[in-house]
């Protein structure tokens, strides 16, 4: 049985959000980022890992993209175009999106006070509201890839849910009804309601 290591309210989401897509059964540690539990699997202390038998893997989404294609489900086939366009959009929402929340959350409460810059966060708030906007526009149908719920769907849910809880702007309807929908389905409230 796979084991998730880290909070519920941290990248840790993702993944356990990904197994309940996928049907999987799972072991939960929740516990804080830099904690003594989380460097027992990750020696720097950065969450989510995935215990997989003898395998402790790093990375919410290289986790994802593990188990969609150990699983083969929630992602295009390996070698083909569809998977090409589906990796670029996953590496642009963790450019565009998580790399804008993250720097604001350094910003806020991980650096020390004395490295803090919060004037930083009026350009990145910005930046993400472009980004938002992007996706928006590129979205065209119920999922993101198209007709059938992908990584990117689950990774772009979860960042809009930071943006929300960090107090940037809410993004436009079209992107929020969706988002919604997204947080509606079955597996998203299964691994949103664990302890931790």
């Given at each position: ?61 290289a986790i994802m993209q ?11 086939p390996p070698g083909t ?116």
């Amino acid at each position: 049985m796979y084991k998730v290591i880290g909070a519920t309210k941290t990248r840790a989401m993702r993944v356990m959000w990904m197994l309940e897509e996928l049907g999987q059964p799972y072991d939960h540690l929740p516990c804080a980022p830099r904690s003594n539990e989380a460097k027992q699997y990750n020696p720097s202390g950065k969450i989510p890992a995935l215990v997989d038998g003898d395998d402790v893997l790093t990375d919410s989404v290289a986790i994802m993209q593990y188990l969609a294609d150990k699983h083969g489900a929630l992602t295009a086939p390996p070698g083909t175009a569809a998977r090409a366009h589906q990796d670029a959009l996953t590496f642009w929402l963790i450019d565009e999106m998580d790399a804008i929340l993250w720097a604001a959350a350094k910003h806020s409460f991980v650096f020390p006070q004395e490295q803090r810059v919060p004037e930083i966060k009026d350009s990145l708030k910005a930046e993400f509201a472009r980004s938002a906007a992007i996706l928006s526009d590129r979205l065209d149908g119920p999922f993101l890839m198209g007709e059938e719920v992908t990584i990117p769907d689950l990774l772009a849910t979860h960042c809009i849910n930071w943006s929300i809880g960090a107090g940037f702007a809410r993004v436009d309807d079209k992107l929020g009804n969706w988002a919604k929908s997204m947080r509606d389905r079955p597996a998203f409230k299964a691994a949103a309601t664990r302890e931790g």
